[in-house]
């Protein structure tokens, strides 16, 4: 299965940004669909996940309240909503897929990577 992220850019503290990721196709093999960034210098860090399914639905605690993860599932679409956005936001977004199972907030876990889109929050 193929993920093309796309929606990054730059904007200015307090903006929003809404990121895309594609699915090629809609399969077992990524019935959960995440989405991690990484700044420089630090590592892969988790942002939010879904399943396919309204079943389950997880926000990290940094972004809880600003961040709303969705799909739009006849275009085999996942969507991160990112609202007033900060400074700390700034880092390369990717969305990945996994199948159903434990620890769906851990980036070794999945099996599918989209390359990056670029986020800058920046005044």
């Known amino acids: 299965v193929q993920l093309q992220a796309s929606g990054g850019g730059l904007v200015q503290p307090g903006d929003s940004l809404r990121l895309s990721c594609t699915a090629s196709e809609r399969s077992a093999s990524v019935e959960v669909m995440g989405w991690f960034r990484q700044a420089p210098g630090k590592d892969r860090e988790f942002v939010a996940a879904?399943?396919?399914?309204?079943?389950?639905?997880y926000v990290a605690d940094s972004v809880r309240g600003r961040f709303t993860i969705s799909r739009d599932y006849a275009k085999n679409t996942v969507f991160l909503q990112m609202n007033n956005l900060k400074p700390d936001d700034t880092a390369l977004y990717y969305c990945?897929?996994?199948?159903?199972?434990?620890?769906?907030?851990?980036?070794?876990?999945?099996?599918?990577w989209g390359r990056g889109t670029q986020v800058t929050v920046s005044s």
């Open positions: 879904r399943t396919w399914e309204d079943g389950w639905i």
């Open positions: 990945a897929g996994r199948p159903v199972g434990p620890d769906s907030i851990s980036a070794a876990t999945y099996t599918s």
